[in-house]
T-cell receptor, first 111, second 115 residues
Framework: LAKTTQPISMDSYEGQEVNITCSHN???????ITWYQQFPSQGPRFIIQ???TKVTNEVASLFIPADRKSSTLSLPRVSLSDTAVYYC????????????FGSGTQLTVLP | ETGVTQTPRHLVMGMTNKKSLKCEQH?????MYWYKQSAKKPLELMFVYNFKEQTENNSVPSRFSPECPNSSHLFLHLHTLQPEDSALYLC??????????????FGSGTRLTVV
C-alpha cells in the first residue's frame, strides 16, 4: 500500500476555496486516489476518486498531476458544515483489500 | 442515513458488564467490517466478514467477539472491557472483498465509554 502524507490540520473561512494536498510518492501504476470525509461522531463518507488529471463532482474536485505523486482535493466556497477530517487513501481499486486510513487532515472552517 | 445502521449510538458500560453492538445493512453488500476509532487516532480495522465468514482478525483481544449471522447483520459482543477500549466503533460494508475504494459505506458508529 502506498504511504500517504497530508497536513494534520488546516483553517479556512467561509466562502473560501480550500485545497488539501496529499503526497503519495510510492503510488503504483494500478493505484487509485480516493478521498473520504468524516464528521465528528460519524463514519467516513466517500467524496471523490480519481486516477489521473482532474475529476469533478457536485462536492469537490480532485487534481492529479501527470506523475501522480501527489493529489489535491479542492472544496469550492466552503461553509461551516464542511468542518471535518479529510482522508486521502491510495490503493488498487477492485482488488481484495480493505480501507487503510491515515491520520487525515482536520479542516476547520471559521465564520 | 447511509444504509448502514448501528445501535446503540451511545453506550456506557462497566468493566464487568456484557453488552453487544449491532450493525445492519440493507444495501445488498456481502462484506462487513468492524473498525475502532480512538480519540486522536486513525481508524483501526478489527474484523472482516465476507459472506458471513470471518476472513480477518487484526489481533483483536478476545474480550471483543464478533458474530455475523447473515450478510445483513453484524454484531460485536463485549465483555470485561477496559477503560482504554472506550472509542467510536464503526461498522462498514462493501459489495465484497474486491470492493472499490469508493464502495465502502459506513454507519454512524457507537460511542462506547467503559467506566
Amino acid at each position: 500500500l502506498a504511504k500517504t502524507t497530508q497536513p494534520i490540520s488546516m483553517d479556512s473561512y467561509e466562502g473560501q476555496e480550500v485545497n488539501i494536498t496529499c503526497s503519495h510518492n510510492n503510488i503504483a501504476t494500478n493505484d487509485y486516489i480516493t478521498w473520504y470525509q468524516q464528521f465528528p461522531s460519524q463514519g467516513p463518507r466517500f467524496i471523490i476518486q480519481g486516477y489521473k488529471t482532474k475529476v469533478t463532482n457536485e462536492v469537490a474536485s480532485l487534481f492529479i498531476p501527470a506523475d501522480r505523486k501527489s493529489s489535491t482535493l479542492s472544496l469550492p466556497r466552503v461553509s461551516l458544515s464542511d468542518t471535518a477530517v479529510y482522508y486521502c487513501l491510495v490503493g488498487p481499486s477492485g482488488s481484495a483489500r480493505q480501507l487503510t486510513f491515515g491520520s487525515g487532515t482536520q479542516l476547520t472552517v471559521l465564520p | 442515513e447511509t444504509g448502514v445502521t448501528q445501535t446503540p449510538r451511545h453506550l456506557v458500560m462497566g468493566m464487568t458488564n456484557k453488552k453487544s453492538l449491532k450493525c445492519e445493512q440493507h444495501l445488498g453488500h456481502n462484506a462487513m467490517y468492524w473498525y475502532k476509532q480512538s480519540a486522536k487516532k486513525p481508524l483501526e480495522l478489527m474484523f472482516v466478514y465476507n459472506f458471513k465468514e470471518q476472513t480477518e482478525n487484526n489481533s483483536v483481544p478476545s474480550r471483543f467477539s464478533p458474530e455475523c449471522p447473515n450478510s445483513s447483520h453484524l454484531f460485536l459482543h463485549l465483555h470485561t472491557l477496559q477503560p482504554e477500549d472506550s472509542a467510536l466503533y464503526l461498522c462498514a460494508s462493501s459489495q465484497d472483498l474486491k470492493g472499490r475504494q469508493d464502495g465502502y459505506t459506513f454507519g454512524s458508529g457507537t460511542r462506547l465509554t467503559v467506566v
